[in-house]
């Protein structure tokens, strides 16, 4: 169900991106960009660990989870409105105290227009978070898929507007435009997710249960703060130092990439155990491998048609993000450690291992940023071997991605006191295969067009299964219950039964 909706809303996504870019173009994408990460680095405190303290909560057999879901909201409209304060105390100081501005007026506005976007994409987590921990999967995806559904299919209007130049929308800036429809979209998600909990069961805040929800998220709070920073002040920086186009290049390569990590994270939920009923004979560490290697393989084809095929992939959205195309080998890359690495903090969750999770993360982000400082500008202080520009940015995430692998790796064989497990290592010969004809059809036959590009990526990808069949790191039987899981027409069926 979740992988299914996660397929959903990918080629939705995809889809609503080609129409921006290709016809609205990368710099009224890189001003919404930016304004999605100026308040994404300003809303540092707009979770502080809360979210997974009451998942937990809600996950415990108590009868009366009406007084945890009362303390919770009252901590979350705190901590929303606490940061809208924040975002509108930030713009006041850089502009009429510091007398500094942006690099056009839009970004100021569209920022204004998309606090009630952050506001509505904070206070739905409850919904979230309750459907989350009851494993209502229909529940919990159908509201993003209405959500993406409407919010792309407004992009494709508006593609379409510009390029017929509708005069309506030649007057307003496309970034306005966008923030309005953020702000909508996710007005509706929220809508959506209460009409489908009903009815709510809240009673009022509780001194001591709050002080409990403090207690479980402090721990929780440096990383979050920190992981929230590390994720959006790349495109603050690239704005500041290459300004918009480069942003929106930044931004739509970050996402056509983003499958990577969705995908993975929907197989992990039911393809995981289908696997493992066969393989979950030794011990904690041998398990941790098979979900690694099993993650790896339904992932690792999609990496590498990324990086092979960089150029034609980039060019099915818009020749303009051609130069920006190097991009894709990094971010690629920096997913697929991410994707790998989600076994190992898995397993160490159910060793009660967090804060050592807790440890492996900010020293992994905490890198990323420094690094982002680093190689983003064009100087420092004079010096200008570091600068990478654009690119600086996807090269500190793939660094830090590779520390944080190495990082838990070591842990888990620290504590399991075992040998590391090479095994996963055998996946590069079918990805080998599979690079090396992909270059080939890169060189030769050069699949700029839609069709040929599909058709080689699907050979590709046979060849990829066929070579690992052939090793014994899959079985046909399993491929075959893999795609009989996704049957789009399981939504409404699955939202019956929950």
């Not at 904070?122 to 993406?148: C, G, H, S, W």
């Not at 051609?322 to 994707?339: C, E, G, K, Q, R």
């Amino acid at each position: 169900m979740i992988l299914e909706g996660q397929i959903i809303n990918s080629l939705f996504g995809y889809i609503g991106l080609f129409f921006i870019i290709r016809f609205i173009g990368l710099q009224q994408w890189g001003f919404l960009s930016f304004s999605l990460a100026f308040i994404g680095v300003l809303s540092i405190f707009s979770d502080l660990g809360f979210n997974s303290a009451h998942l937990r909560f809600m996950s415990m057999n108590d009868p009366d989870r009406a007084k945890y879901n009362g303390s919770f909201l009252t901590l979350k409209f705190i901590t929303t409105f606490g940061t809208v304060l924040i975002i509108l105390a930030a713009l006041y100081i850089w502009i009429d105290v510091l007398h500094r501005g942006f690099q056009s007026p839009v970004e100021y506005y569209s920022i204004l227009i998309l606090i009630p976007y952050f506001a509505f994409n904070r206070l739905k987590d409850f919904y979230y978070i309750t459907f989350n921990a009851k494993m209502q999967a229909a529940r919990m995806m159908l509201p993003q898929i209405v959500e993406a559904v409407f919010r792309n299919s407004a992009f494709i209007y508006m593609g379409l507007m510009y390029k017929f130049r509708i005069s309506i929308f030649m007057h307003v800036s496309a970034a306005i435009i966008f923030a309005i429809i953020y702000s909508f979209s996710y007005f509706i998600f929220f809508i959506v997710s209460y009409f489908l909990g009903r009815p709510w069961h809240i009673k009022k805040p509780e001194k001591t249960i709050i002080k409990k929800y403090i207690t479980l998220a402090l721990p929780l709070a440096a990383s979050s703060i920190i992981a929230t920073i590390s994720g959006n002040i790349d495109k603050v920086l690239i704005q500041f130092f290459w300004h918009a186009s480069a942003t929106g290049a930044y931004a739509a390569l970050q996402r056509i990439t983003m499958p990577i990590i969705t995908f993975s994270t929907a197989l992990s939920v039911f393809f995981i155990p289908l696997l493992t009923r066969e393989e979950t004979k030794n011990g904690f560490n041998d398990n941790i491998s098979v979900f690694e290697r099993t993650i790896s393989l339904f992932i690792l084809p999609l990496v590498i048609i990324f990086i092979a095929l960089r150029i034609f992939v980039a060019n099915l959205w818009s020749a303009n993000l051609i130069p920006y195309s190097t991009l894709l080998i990094f971010m690629s890359l920096a997913n697929y450690l991410n994707v790998i690495n989600s076994p190992y903090t898995s397993g160490l969750i159910v060793r009660g291992l967090t804060i050592n999770i807790g440890k492996i993360t900010l020293i992994s982000i905490s890198s990323n940023i420094i690094l982002d400082f680093i190689l983003i500008p064009k100087s420092i202080f004079g010096i200008t071997f570091f600068s990478l520009g654009v690119i600086g940015a996807a090269v500190a995430t793939f660094i830090a991605m590779i520390i944080e692998a190495v990082l838990f790796r070591f842990y888990v064989i620290k504590i399991e006191k075992s040998k590391i497990n090479m095994k996963i290592f055998r996946q590069l010969i079918p990805a080998s295969v599979q690079f090396i004809f992909l270059y080939l059809v890169a060189y030769y036959v050069r699949p700029y067009s839609v069709f040929l590009f599909l058709i080689f990526s699907i050979i590709s990808i046979a060849i990829f299964f066929s070579l690992s069949i052939k090793m014994g790191e899959i079985k046909k039987s399993v491929i075959i219950d893999f795609i009989r899981e996704l049957n789009p027409f399981k939504l409404s069926r699955t939202l019956k039964n929950e």
